[in-house]
């Protein structure tokens, strides 16, 4: 009867058109109140207790920093170098634009940042050089996935907070499958300006090359930066010297550590974050800090009281007794993502689903590191899906396109997308392997 309770009132409130974070948080504490299946005390309790968490405090600093990035300077330097790297190509531009979605995601964690940061100079770029608008469109939108699969990742934050699951290997495990859904986004995007008949941009010279790639160098050694930072040197010694190698800071610490970079580079190196534009990137980014924290919030709720109530390891049990193979669950997952993906952004629907799906998964010895990467190329394709992809509102913004015209500009490389999620899905070692040399 409880959990008829619970779901009833929040399928009635995301009909009726509720926030889902309001809808999470309210039909839990409805159910509670006319159940008492827990003291109501608890509620308060526990959102202290998941707020009240030190891997969780990596969000808004990734958050800030990939706006920083923005104001001052780096994504502009970021994408001159990927023009260098690949411009010269028939399709260059539009590659371009996925390179430069690759440098950006290496240090930004977020899809959404992404997109409006590549796309709000590589949209009117495209334009400008002969390629059609919605070719601009696609191609944004679905390279700005790539934020969320190449470490560091806000979602891969949050599974590895729900699953307990080691951050920086869930990092390692989505760097593979990033680089490969990249290259295969490039190949479409060459592909694609071939059918429209794209001529090559006009080739820098050698100069202007030289100082693209000079005043790069801040922006490029960012990733390398967060990357030593986290998985740390190697343990070597020459003669008596030593060292002794391992970690230097957490992910956690990491995340501050690249706003603070981002924010000196953009002060001191390229002078473009000025005091006043620093404040209205806090002005902007703090309302977006706020929305996770209240979904995180939430769906913490949520999970909770269905741990309660048994669900998660009922669910496990259920498919355990069923002798369902792993390659049929994970399609069943994929199925229930993608409905999922429709009507709901990456962060609950992480927060909602793997409390229940995660114990099932490893019930049937799936691989923690595998499963992830599963979630998030689901959750990348749902920000490219109607009604609620969160990364074709944020085109459709910048490009000034109707959601309806996005929608078929997108659909070409959403295809990429699909191929990605099954490649990933059934070819496990692509996800596994850089994880396991750390064994």
Known sequence: MTLIILFTAFFVMLIIGVPVAVSLGGSMVLAVLVSGAIPPAIIGQKIYSSLDNFILMAVPFFFLAAALMETGGIVRHLINVANIVVGRFRGGLGMTTILACIFFAAISGSSPATVAAVGGIMIPALVKHGYPLAYGVGAVAA?????????????????????ET?????????????????????????????????????????IE????????????????????????FPAFSIGDFRVRGGAIFTPTEAALMLAFAALLIGVFIYRQTTIRNFFETLT???????????IVTNAILFGFFLAQQGVPTAFANWLVSMDMQPWMFLLLVNLALLVAGLFMDGVPVILIFMPVLFPAAM????????????????????LLT?????????????????LHQVYRAVLPWMCVTATVLVLVTYVPIISTFLPSLLD
Do not use: C
Request: net charge positive; no cysteine; aromatic share 8%.
């Open 166 to 206: 080691s951050i920086p290997r869930l990092f390692l495990a989505g760097l593979l499958p990033g680089f490969i859904y990249g290259a295969l986004l490039m190949l479409a995007a060459r592909f694609m300006a071939i059918r429209f008949d794209v001529q090559p941009v006009e080739i820098a010279s050698r």
């Open 284 to 294: 902007a980014v703090i309302p977006r800090i706020g929305m996770v924290f209240w």
């Open 143 to 163: 390279a700005g996935g790539l934020g969320i699969l190449i470490p560091p990742s806000i979602p891969l934050i949050l599974y590895g907070l729900v699953t």
């Open 209 to 232: 090359k030289m100082r693209s790639i000079r005043l790069a160098v801040p922006a490029l050694l960012l990733p390398i930066f967060l990357m030593v930072g986290i998985y740390g």
């Open 386 to 402: 109607p009604p609620i992809g969160i990364n074709l509102f944020v085109v459709s913004t910048i490009a000034r396109m109707p």
């Open 363 to 382: 019930a049937l010895g799936i691989d923690p590191l595998h499963f992830a990467v599963i979630v998030i190329v689901n959750i990348e394709l749902g």
